[in-house]
């Protein structure tokens, strides 16, 4: 961890503390609201999805945005990344490393890999600049002005890794105007949040805009396993992060700087070692989520430091736009934590407590070193003609040195074993897009890119916590590489001024994928590219004079050699194999009303049915599950089974209701969200399928304004009901359990300026 990166962010969040001092803001959603046409009239939706500013309900990709008041009450209560999970149609986030590594799920298609060079099949974008390795993906949220998700393939225009879909953060940018927000929040065991931004004129031609981030949580998980108990063991985070933007507006050329760092000390999510019940999927009677049995929580720890910087150019020319985009993104981690989520009893005979297991596994992933840079080069066409056209350049480099250690839990924790992974990950591509108005009515696009990706790795076991050849020095190098031509095809048809029907075919791939976790195995397993053709059509609708929005999709894909990761079964490590072939299909609903001029409300809904198709593909699993696929020669064989955490119904729903009072205004907002079962892991069985899980959220609060500035005072809970169950597990010595968040309760005070 360097000191160098601690110094920055502090100066970076000095310097917005000192100008919040003056005033300050929590969102640009007010402004934006202004630009309504009229108050009892939606607002246009604005999305960047093919790398151009264009009206969300023009545009032939099924695609859901997120901001204003949803993006604020969503992210309240110091939320993480996760969120988002069932808040827009066919998307789910889950993590087992808590606040860092999430996983994204986008029409049942992701990955459950939880090594540190785990690929996804749903890239995240942010600023124009992918996040690819998992770490990065957990940035915070904050000063955020649109969050958009593509669903199905988006290969063409950004690439590698996408064959799922595209999660894209845009951030707020700096203005000539002065401005900024301010928040602070206080709620449920002891937790405080503040975030805040300032931003203004430098000169006529430049401005600039800081924003932080500060969240603190104490401890509040107890250990009360015999011989470690522990008071406020677990449970903690004290976030940091910050950003820096510079932007240069010329006559024909602007530029775009941005800086950003995040520094995350905490503790890892809390596994809970026999917290479900055996042939149920309930959890034991009388949980307590605040809790744990552990032989290991005192040196369970956290800790990540990120920064990157990007700088976008851009110059407008006669009839076409060049755009070049530069990122460097860096990352380190470290993380310990008791896995097996309980305690060896073999030296207790009279224990009878809940936490027993068969033997401890205490283990640690570090990322110390993590450099990516990512160079796009873009020549667009502006004519006022019937065709216009992209075409460009993308380069991607990433070095990544992972550690793997295991402790010897009865031992006080000695590391017993130590494995470094080495991948260093090179890729380019050549990519074009042409739009053609074949009549006022009837657009179609065609894309085509050309990706070429390379991977050396190597992993390096010096020694072993396991006798025998499993324990042994041992070092392999593997390397992979391969191309794909990606496309897609689409139409839309304006069947009047109000309704657009569109349709989309579109292919897509992600590069191969290595796994070296070889400190209780002696193989690096490899997966072979996978490829998805994905068909879609639907339509996108504004009703009722402007008063309502209903946008529907059907989609059907079929993905040739997905890969897939077999996690845990016998050990605390990943085997990654290819199915041959898995189907998809289902529908999407995205619907927004104006009840009234003060009830506004939204209904989302999807539909998501995945099905493997490979009748010799199987894993191996636990016996002391009720299992319910096939067993041969002690291997589920997993024909016909879903994909893991991949929910068949998704759904959302809000309602914001506003009263002028006094001086100001009075408003509430609520919203629900829903996901049906999942299962854990791509075996079947009683005890590892996630039960529906249900969460309720509510804020309420009043508004006012005084001069050049805009106050807002609110409480708000999240998980109203307090529903708590199993939202993932471990599986290879016990039956250990992943909790979903409790109950939040808060309060929060806002100020914007202008």
Request: charged share 25%; no cysteine.
């Amino acid at each position: 961890m360097k000191a160098m990166k601690r110094s920055t962010l502090a100066t970076l969040i000095n310097a917005t503390l000192f100008s919040a001092v003056a005033g300050t803001s929590i969102s640009a959603v007010a402004a934006e609201q202004e630009t309504t046409a009229k108050k009892n009239q939606l607002e246009v939706i604005q999305v960047t999805a093919r790398k151009r500013v264009e009206n969300a309900q023009e545009v032939p990709v099924a695609v859901s945005a997120l901001q204003g008041d949803s993006l604020d009450a969503y992210s309240s209560a110091g939320m993480d990344i996760r969120f988002m999970n069932a808040k827009i149609p066919s998307l789910s986030i889950e993590s087992s490393f808590g606040r860092s590594f999430p996983r994204f799920y986008v029409r049942g298609l992701g990955n459950t890999d939880f090594d540190l060079n785990a690929s996804q099949p749903v890239s995240l974008v942010v600023d124009e600049i992918v996040q690819e390795n998992a770490i990065l993906k957990g940035f915070p949220v904050f000063d955020v002005a649109r969050v958009e998700v593509l669903r199905g393939p988006q290969g063409t225009l950004f690439g590698r890794n996408t064959p799922a879909g595209l999660v894209k953060f845009d951030t707020v940018k700096p203005s000539q105007e002065f401005e900024g927000y301010g928040s602070v929040s206080y709620g449920s065991r002891g937790a405080v949040d503040f975030e805040g931004a300032v931003g203004g004129s430098l000169t006529d031609r430049l401005s600039t805009r800081v924003s932080v981030l500060w969240q603190d949580k104490d401890d509040y998980i107890d250990n009360r396993a015999p011989g470690f108990e522990q008071k406020d063991a677990l449970g903690g985070y004290t976030e940091q992060a910050a950003r820096i933007q510079f932007l240069y507006e010329g006559d024909d050329f602007t530029g775009l700087f941005n800086y950003h760092v995040r520094d995350l000390d905490g503790s890892p999510i809390a596994f809970r070692a026999n917290t479900i019940k055996p042939g149920t999927n309930d959890l034991v009677d009388g949980f307590e989520n605040d809790v744990v049995y552990h032989d290991a929580a005192s040196r369970a720890t956290q800790q990540v430091e990120s920064q990157g910087a990007s700088l976008k150019l851009e110059w407008d020319l006669a009839n076409h736009t060049v755009t070049s985009i530069s990122g460097w993104e860096s990352a380190e981690i470290y993380s310990r934590a008791d896995i097996d989520g309980g305690l060896d009893t073999s030296n207790l005979p009279n224990y009878t407590g809940p936490a027993s297991t068969p033997f401890s596994s205490e283990s640690a992933d570090g990322i110390p070193d993590q450099d990516q840079y990512t160079q796009e080069l873009r020549l667009s066409s502006n004519f006022a003609g019937d065709v216009n056209y992209q075409v460009g350049v993308f380069y991607f480099d990433e070095a990544l040195t992972i550690e793997n250690f295991s402790y010897d839990t009865a031992n006080n924790g000695v590391l017993n074993g130590f494995v470094s992974q080495q991948q260093d990950t090179k890729a380019w591509a050549v990519f074009g897009s042409v739009d053609y108005t074949i009549t006022d009515d009837l657009k179609v696009t065609a894309g085509l890119r050309y990706s070429d990706d390379e991977k050396e790795f190597s992993a390096n076991r010096t020694f072993g916590p396991l006798p025998g050849e499993a324990g042994a020095p041992l070092f392999i190098e593997r390397d992979v590489s391969d191309d794909h031509v990606s496309w897609d095809l689409s139409a839309n048809y304006k069947i009047n001024d109000d309704v657009n029907w569109y349709g989309r075919i579109a292919n897509s791939f992600r590069a191969p994928s290595l796994q070296g976790r070889i400190l209780f195995g002696s193989e690096v397993t490899v997966a072979d590219s996978e490829t998805v053709t994905s068909f879609e059509t639907g339509i996108k609708s504004d009703v009722l004079d402007g008063q309502g929005r209903v946008n529907a999709t059907v989609f059907y894909y079929t993905m040739d050699d997905q890969q897939l990761t077999a996690v845990g079964g016998g050990a605390n490590f990943n085997r990654l194999l290819n199915a041959d072939k898995t189907t998809g299909y289902g529908f999407e609903l995205d619907s927004e009303w104006v009840l009234s001029d003060e009830l506004n409300a939204t209904f989302n809904l999807s539909y998501n049915k995945t099905e493997l198709k490979d009748d010799t593909l199987s894993i191996a699993a636990p016996s002391r599950l009720e299992l319910l696929d096939p067993i041969i020669n002690d291997q589920a064989m997993l024909d016909g089974n879903s994909l893991p955490h991949a929910p068949e119904w998704i759904s959302n729903i809000t309602l914001r209701y506003t009263k002028e009072l006094a001086e100001g205004e009075f408003f509430t907002y609520a919203d629900v969200s829903y996901r049906s079962e999942i299962d854990f892991f791509l075996y079947e069985s009683v005890e590892f399928e996630g039960k529906p899980l249900t969460e309720v959220g509510l804020r309420a609060g009043y508004a006012w304004a005084q001069g050049d500035y805009e106050y807002e005072v609110s409480a708000f809970v999240r998980n109203l009901f307090d529903e708590q169950q199993a939202i993932g597990g471990v599986d290879f010595n016990n039956n250990t359990a992943m909790v979903n968040e409790e109950r939040y309760i808060g309060a929060e005070f806002k100020v914007n300026f202008f």
